[in-house]
């Protein structure tokens, strides 16, 4: 079960990378800004997130296998629409079909293991499906560099809609069998709300949007223009540097996947680790603007490890619902994910180019856009913390 789950994982991880090691190629062959680059990243992202709740409806209703065969159908569509693209508009639009497409590529296996496995296993599962996500997305840094000569980028997106297709079949061959837990009723239109509404829901939903969100934009997108544009490494440098940031994060959620279910066993809350590691990527992201072009890879590695700490809230939510609606506490909470995600690729590209055209360096621009960012992801640990607080005052 797991195995077949984190193949199609590893692919979708791959394809919302993959923009990061091909920017030079697409501003260089396209001409594109960093408005532009932004956007086609993030078209993945808005795909992604427009799906996720009438996927949570979709899981609770069809069951996970089912689902995610159907969007992984238009995931190949979006990838055969991408390498045969000749505008940029064609091919921002078949990034939303991929992200459409792969939607349900972690949210169908985290509702498998809520259904299938004991509260720790989800823990566990959870951390080392992460750490499938960054070996596509190592997957997407040095080897897509090397075979860029051999095949260009569209070739790479024709073997990549080849690659789902396989995983289709194996999805089909060795998951479980659906077994439907609902049908819908009229009850069920305000759980939506009710969810976003829940207590845990309500404190970590700005950290899932900006810090969540913010790490997945840096990794998949910002962290290779700024090796590149402030750090003034070449493209196949910044490909080496991309490499190790995901082998920073592959190493990072295998280490939680083996912490998680100890420290739950221990009876140590998720809210408590959260509060105690979130200050770590603040540290970090500030030292990073403040080193300008002297901060690398080594110091995105950091950021991006210290970041990490968030991905434990994901499981912490779909654990406080009943199983039955796990897809639909899944898929919201991810919702605010990767709204995050787009809206942190793209503003930042948008505040990059307007600070450029105010005459300010690639550098200075950069490195105010990610002082905003931060402040952002300040704000919302402070919201945490607050809620945190309420809590317990109500509690008495």
Known sequence: MFGVFA????????LRAVTATLAPVFSDELGLQSADLGLLAGAYFFGF????????????????RRTLLALMAVAVVGCAAFASATGFAALVAARVLIGAGMAASLMAPLTAYRQHLSAPAQLRANSWMLMTGSLGMLASTLPVQWLLPAIGWRGLFWLLAGLLVLSAGLVAWRSPRDRPVERTNDRQRLRYRDIAAHPLFLRTAPLAFFVY????????????PWLTRVSGWSAAQAAQGLFGINLSMLVAFGLWG????????????????LAWGLPLPFLVLAAIVALGDAAGAAHWATWCVACTFVSISQPAVAAAFPAEQAGRALSAFNLVIFAGVFSVQWGLGLLIDLLLAMGWSDATA????FAAFGLCGLAAYAWFLWRGRQAVDNAH
Do not use: E, N
């Open 7 to 14: 193949f199609g994982y590893f692919l979708s991880a791959l």
């Open 258 to 273: 083996l912490l998680m279910p100890r420290l739950v066993r221990r009876g140590v809350q998720v809210t408590r680790l």
């Open 213 to 224: 969100g913010g790490m997945i934009a840096v990794q998949s997108l910002w962290a290779g």
């Open 49 to 64: 997130a427009a799906l996720q709740l009438p996927l949570g409806k979709a899981l609770d209703r069809f069951g996970p």
């Open 366 to 369: 950069f490195r105010c856009a």
